[in-house]
């Protein structure tokens, strides 16, 4: 039989309901015979030589929803997908590195990319052909210069049945140049990665200031952020920016005082303008995934976990270097979104993400983008008194006839509709309205609330993505244990420790010291990947830092030799993102630049340089300078792209400072509330004695092991040198910015 005709035989039906994920289940309706990717479906394309059509997105994608309505619902679109090729629904969040994989393919050949993502791949899992959002039949988009996806369906098999080698040919071909693309992380290091005694010494501090050149030049003055629209919030290079006064004084030698203070600014002014704009939540709590206008104003609405997480610390960093009330109110804002529900799972968990798109009201068929967020005139007046409306649609920009230019609407859902945007400062306002500025601020808190009580009666909220994604947990446990101890609000750690829990108990396999990736409905099969280590590693050493229970510092510790076992790729240094001998991933590549989320390897060898302080572990410490020295080439090259491994090459040319606290007293007091209410890069603190429960860490760590607890000292360790410090010392020490 030719494998034409075997094609033509196979029965396919949808598997979606067999799924777990929330976003694979939403398929589970659609006429494409959607199927699930394992073996026997791998298996099953090579059977019958058909390509896989492999469309991976998540539940909060607006787009993804777009297209499953435009196209995965059609009946012709469906029988195409079924009859010529094996069609695959894939979550991004449980299958990271298969989304990987096949975003590099598409953003290489197409030079873009984003979700849905959509990849033809023959049944050795060469992709062929990929691009994102397709329109559907009958879609508006269709005839404005958009290949229709039902054209390329029939072209793409129409290729496959008269060209297949040809089509196997340039598989083949776009692999390889991938592979040697993903040889990032193996170009650094000596004599073609051979590490000796000086890791990471090729790597100067003068890189900082690069970094900093490299934002500067792509800054946007009047709406903060970098570059135009779409505007991310881009938290790791936001953070870089934010921290580099911080830095101790050889740092801001190097880099330049002027250009630390610049730095700052540029990030104070980023973070205050998101905090104000409409990719916030102003009514309630929590930031969405980005803007499509460059000055805040109109975001798709999706709320995700993963950005709420890392803008914690960020704007907790910002209140602390700063003292601002609009950071502070945002710090709790986020990690208020984080601690309650919908957010909070039962297990104690953080879940995934909320939903861009919703019924605007519970008698509605169809959900709109934004339909839970956004405010028509109208409405005000219906909710608000007369003077609330007044004041409140003047403080947040709302017009008679809506405030989002058609432009930033591509679908036509938002017409007349308000985001809710700050537009003046409450001294402004009052000054403006000849009124105290007491006044306006209670009447805009009471408008507040009001329409928060509105919204949630009479707008069914957006869907809510409960998986448990053990890598976001790791970022929101860290931000959450720091907002614990520097806003001394012990609800925020106790949910970083009810979420390590929730993980220890649900995700951990304490035999094999192993994690898995998901938790939905019980344990997802997807082992933990090199992301899921690292984040909750420094989850937990933050966490310990906040609370100086040294048994999450024991579990960190654990994780890290699992990682190190797991991912180390012993000759050329650095962390994998998957394990050895994966059969389904046809690539194996280091993650070293930041994007939506910070780099693996970057937070890995910050992780590795504060555990071989905290711990005295010269073999951590040897990994991180290995693991900075792996990507020393294009670091060099791009060092904008790399601000979560800049902290590392600080930490490999300088050290870092390990400052040591043990017993009770006034110099010991002053250390612990310095260091958990100060920006401290490079720093670590360990705690002995003082109600720490440190027995663990006196038997991981010789320094400490014979310590007297009682006895009150405050030590600073740098290369290998520990100096004593009065009272007067440690404030010094806190006050690095002079």
Not at 87 to 92: A, F, L, M, N, Q
Not at 450 to 478: C, F, H, M, Q
Not at 569 to 587: G, M, R, V, W, Y
Not at 659 to 687: D, H
């Amino acid at each position: 039989m030719s494998s034409s005709a075997q094609s033509r035989v196979v029965s396919l039906t949808n598997r979606c309901a067999d799924s777990k994920s929330p976003y694979v289940r939403s398929h589970m309706d659609n006429p494409t015979a959607w199927q699930l990717w394992n073996p026997s479906t791998l298996e099953l394309a090579r059977q019958t030589n058909r390509l896989l059509f492999v469309s991976i997105g998540y539940s909060a994608c607006h787009w993804c929803h777009v297209m499953a309505h435009e196209s995965f619902d059609d009946p012709r679109i469906a029988q195409l997908l079924n009859e010529h090729f094996v069609p695959i629904k894939i979550d991004r969040e449980e299958r990271p590195d298969i989304d990987r994989q096949y975003m590099d393919f598409v953003q290489a050949t197409t030079g873009g990319g984003g979700w849905p993502l959509n990849v033809f791949v023959t049944p050795d899992l060469e992709p062929v052909f990929g691009g994102t959002y397709w329109p559907g039949p009958g879609s508006e988009r269709a005839g404005m210069g958009a290949a229709g996806f039902e054209d390329i369906l029939v072209k793409v098999a129409g290729a496959w049945k008269e060209q297949e080698e040809r089509v196997r040919e340039n598989g083949r071909k776009i692999i390889e140049q991938l592979r040697e693309f993903a040889q990032e992380g193996n170009l650094g290091g000596k004599g073609g990665g051979e590490v000796g005694e000086d890791e990471g010494d090729g790597l100067e501090l003068d890189l900082l200031e690069e970094s900093y050149q490299f934002y500067k030049g792509r800054f946007d003055s009047m709406y903060g952020g970098f570059g135009s629209a779409p505007k991310f919030p881009t938290p790791a290079h936001v953070k870089h920016m934010l921290r580099l006064g911080s830095y101790c004084p050889e740092v801001r030698e190097v880099v330049g005082e002027e250009e630390c203070a610049e730095a700052r600014s540029m990030a104070v002014k980023t973070l205050e303008m998101m905090a104000k704009g409409g990719i916030k939540d102003q009514v309630g709590h929590g930031f969405a995934r980005y803007s499509v206008t460059k000055d805040w104003s109109v975001p798709h609405f999706e709320k995700m976990l993963y950005d709420n997480a890392q803008l914690l610390p960020v704007y907790l960093d910002a209140y602390l270097a700063t003292k601002s009330p609009l950071f502070l109110e945002t710090a709790h804002d986020i990690a208020t979104y984080m601690t309650t529900e919908p957010m909070i799972s039962s297990l104690g968990g953080i879940n995934a993400s909320e939903d861009a798109d919703s019924l605007p009201t519970a008698i509605d068929k169809h959900k709109r983008e934004g339909a839970y967020y956004v405010w028509t005139m109208d409405e005000f007046k219906g909710i608000l008194t007369e003077q609330e409306t007044k004041i409140c649609a003047k403080y947040w920009d709302v017009k008679p006839k809506g405030n989002i230019d058609r432009r930033a609407d591509v679908q036509g859902e938002l017409e007349g509709q308000n985001t809710l945007c700050v537009k003046y400062e409450l001294a402004d306002l009052a000054k403006e309205e000849k009124m105290d500025e007491q006044e306006v601020k209670k009447i805009i808190q009471d408008g507040r609330q009001k329409l928060l009580a509105y919204r949630e009666k009479n707008r069914p909220r957006p869907a809510l993505d409960d998986k448990i994604v053990t890598s976001w947990n790791g970022l929101a446990i860290g931000g959450l244990a720091r907002a614990g101890a520097a806003l001394q609000n012990p609800a925020y750690t106790s949910a970083a420790i009810k979420a390590v829990e929730c993980i220890r108990t649900n995700l951990f396999d304490s035999t094999s010291h192993t994690l898995r990736r998901v938790y939905r409905e019980g344990p997802g099969e997807t082992p933990g990947f090199a992301d899921d280590y690292a984040f909750l590693i420094s989850g937990l050493i933050d966490l310990y830092e906040s609370t100086f229970d040294s048994s999450w510092l024991e579990f960190a510790d654990t994780l890290q030799q699992t990682q190190n076992k797991l991912f180390w790729d012993e000759s050329k240094h650095a962390f994998f993102s998957t394990p050895a001998n994966q059969p389904d991933i046809l690539i194996r590549s280091k993650d070293g630049m930041d994007n939506a989320e910070p780099s693996t390897n970057g937070v890995s060898a910050n992780n590795l340089f504060r555990l071989g302080s905290l711990l005295n572990d010269e073999r951590y410490e040897k990994l991180a300078k290995q693991t900075v020295a792996a990507f020393e080439v294009e670091i060099g090259q791009h060092p904008g792209l790399f601000s979560g491994m800049m902290s590392s090459v600080v930490s490999a040319k300088l050290g870092v400072k390990g400052v040591m606290v043990v017993g009770e007293g006034e110099a010991a007091r002053k250390a612990v509330e310095g260091f958990q209410g100060s920006v401290t890069p490079n720093y670590t603190i360990l705690r002995v004695g003082g109600g720490a429960k440190d027995e663990w860490l006196r038997g991981r760590n010789e320094l400490v092991k014979d310590l007297d607890g009682e006895k009150e000292m405050v030590q600073l360790c740098e290369g290998g040198v520990c100096r004593l410090l009065d009272g007067e010392g440690v404030e010094g020490m806190f006050k690095l910015e002079g």
